[in-house]
């Protein structure tokens, strides 16, 4: 089994690749907002604990997100390795998830950050929008429709942009994205597990790198 951290800013790529080796190789994407919306959906005790939490405006606490990561790995013995998303953002964190894995004699194999430009990303993100009707995603430069204003899957005319995807809100996320991962990166790079890759790239060479970083003998099938 083997278990990574996938890191990156919005718009890296990281959300593509973890897609990605979950199909390949059968990887669980632990996604800390994702689980805590399922618990929440499920009526758990751990979602009514945070669902509380929420409601009144408060940070759900260290302790909740340990113990639903805690009931993942559990729960998913069978599988081939697992990928932590938005977990951990401190130090504090990480030591919290080194425990936690050593209790069940597992530890940490990779954490991979996809390293990016950020005025690149900006024009990247900045100029993205998609299909109202079927959301097939096109670019104000990189890919636009083959008929000017049709959509090349359904035909439709109507498309829609992300409030969020200008220019502003964007280096805003970057500068909270610095913030939040400086705190993690010393941390694994004195345990030497931090490698960085090119998230400009093609997602394919993106995709080969990692794949080289795992090595051959780490591809498993899908469970």
């Known amino acids: 089994m083997k278990l990574l951290i996938l890191l990156g800013p919005p718009g890296a790529g990281k959300g593509t690749q973890a897609q990605l080796l979950t199909s390949k190789y059968g990887y669980v994407q632990l996604s800390t907002g994702d689980m805590l919306r399922a618990a929440v959906k499920a009526g758990s005790e751990v979602g009514k604990q945070a669902e509380a939490i929420m409601k009144s405006g408060g940070l759900v606490s260290d302790e909740i997100v340990t113990k639903l990561i805690a009931d993942r790995l559990d729960g998913e013995s069978q599988a081939t390795g697992f990928i932590f998303d938005g977990y951990p953002r401190t130090q504090a964190q990480a030591e919290s998830l080194d425990a936690l894995l050593s209790e069940r004699g597992l530890k940490l194999d ?18 993205r929008y998609t299909c109202a009707r079927c959301n097939e995603g096109y670019h104000d430069r990189y890919k636009l429709p083959k008929t000017a204003g049709v959509c090349d899957v359904c ?5 829609k942009r992300r409030p969020d995807d200008n220019a502003e809100t964007v280096r805003t996320r970057l500068a909270e994205y610095r913030a939040k991962t400086a705190p993690i990166l010393p941390y694994y790079e004195a345990k030497g597990l931090v490698t960085r890759v090119d998230g400009m790239a093609d997602i394919e060479d993106v995709t080969a790198s990692i794949d080289r970083i795992l090595g051959e003998e780490t591809v498993g099938t899908p469970a």
């Open 110 to 127: 990779h954490v991979i950050e996809l390293d990016v430009d950020e005025d690149a990303l900006v024009d990247r993100i900045s100029g």
């Open 155 to 159: 035909g439709s005319t109507e498309f």
